[in-house]
């Protein structure tokens, strides 16, 4: 919260917000039977789409909170540029957008810093801003074999991500003139992991009795 005494100037879409999303589970077993070689096997699968989270743009620490929770004063409708920028790292804002705490705004300007000195609370609302979107396939194929009444055998092929689609992590959301962070998308979503990280493909067998 930026300012205590006006709790309504925080109000704004929650941290984990989601405002569309979508998933599918599915399974199917190929029809084909006769004997154990062509019996028993499964397709199955997961979509996921989702909108981007909430973001909180704040700016740097001052001495009137101590803590980096304020907020600029916004000027225009921020822009979403999602382009590769010339580091190699993707522009979620557009570059070169913010007024110092002097006043000196580039053309275009949608993000102004509150001036040195004095109480001033930035306008610009909570969680104001959406963050890149959630897309993520994963993929399986499956073969049960029975090998008496009792016992069984499953062998799976999984892949996670199986279009191998980068999801992004959030931007730098510190507002500071001539940044070189702010508005940058460095990493994606999940570096590490099976959930909507680089394509991952494993095997596995398991015992059913």
């Known amino acids: 919260m ?3 005494l006006d709790p309504r100037g925080d109000f704004g879409p929650s941290d984990f917000d989601a ?5 599918i589970s ?19 699968g997961i979509l996921q789409l989702q909108t981007g989270n909430p973001l ?7 001495s009137l909170t101590g803590v980096g929770n304020l907020r600029p004063d916004l000027l225009a409708t921020p822009i979403i540029v999602n ?8 522009q979620w804002f557009t570059s070169n957008s913010i007024c110092d705490r002097n006043g000196v705004c580039p053309a275009g300007a949608q993000f102004a810093l509150p001036p040195t000195g004095g109480v001033h609370f930035g306008n610009m609302g909570r969680n104001s801003v959406i963050g890149p979107d959630f897309k993520n396939l994963d ?6 074999t029975k090998i008496t009444e009792r016992i069984s ?13 980068p999801n992004f992590g959030n931007p730098g959301l510190t507002a500071q003139a001539g940044s070189a962070s702010f508005g940058v998308i460095r990493s994606t979503r999940f570096p590490t992991g099976d959930s909507g990280s680089a394509r991952q493909l494993q095997f596995g067998m398991k015992l059913i009795f």
């Open 139 to 144: 993929f399986s194929i499956s073969k049960v």
């Open 2 to 4: 930026q300012n205590s």
């Open 56 to 62: 909180n743009i704040i700016v740097p620490n001052s």
């Open 26 to 44: 599915s399974l199917y077993e190929l029809p084909f039977k006769g004997h154990r070689l062509i019996e028993g096997w499964r397709l199955s």
């Open 19 to 23: 405002r569309h999303r979508f998933v």
């Open 153 to 165: 055998h499953e062998f799976r092929f999984e892949t996670f991500d199986l279009l191998n689609h």
């Open 83 to 90: 382009q590769i920028n010339s580091s190699g790292n993707i």
